[in-house]
């Protein structure tokens, strides 16, 4: 149980920072050549902030609220850092791995 929290948490921090980075015009525009739609910058922004929210909601149901909060901002350092990475290298690797990070944790709570 302890891994499978953890691993949900790591994984929505990641894909909450790789959604953030490309709401950005600079990192959205090294992705797919041109700039996002106010609509698509929106989504990628809400669908960032609730992955960081997932994993918020991950660490505090697991640790409780003290020591999730610990918890969560290491998760952060984690994610933001696997991001700062992968961006300038393979843009589009961490658009796909990023999705896969979103998904995985649910997938995996569904079928267990």
């Known amino acids: 149980m302890i891994q499978a929290m953890l691993l949900a948490m790591l994984l929505w921090a990641f894909a909450g920072f790789a959604a953030l980075s490309f709401a950005m ?3 959205h ?4 050549g ?11 922004r809400l669908l960032g ?19 999730g909060f610990v918890a969560w901002f290491g998760a952060l ?14 843009p589009r690797g961490l658009a ?6 979103l998904l995985a944790p649910v997938v995996a709570g569904l079928l267990s």
């Open 25 to 27: 015009d600079r990192h």
């Open 77 to 90: 350092s984690m994610g933001g850092f696997l991001v700062v990475l992968l961006l300038p290298y393979a």
């Open 34 to 44: 041109r700039m996002p739609s106010p609509g698509l910058r929106l989504a990628l």
């Open 49 to 67: 902030y609730a992955g960081l929210l997932l994993a918020l909601l991950a660490a505090a149901a697991h640790w409780g609220w003290g020591m």
């Open 96 to 101: 796909v791995l990023g999705l896969i990070a």
């Open 29 to 32: 525009q090294q992705l797919r």
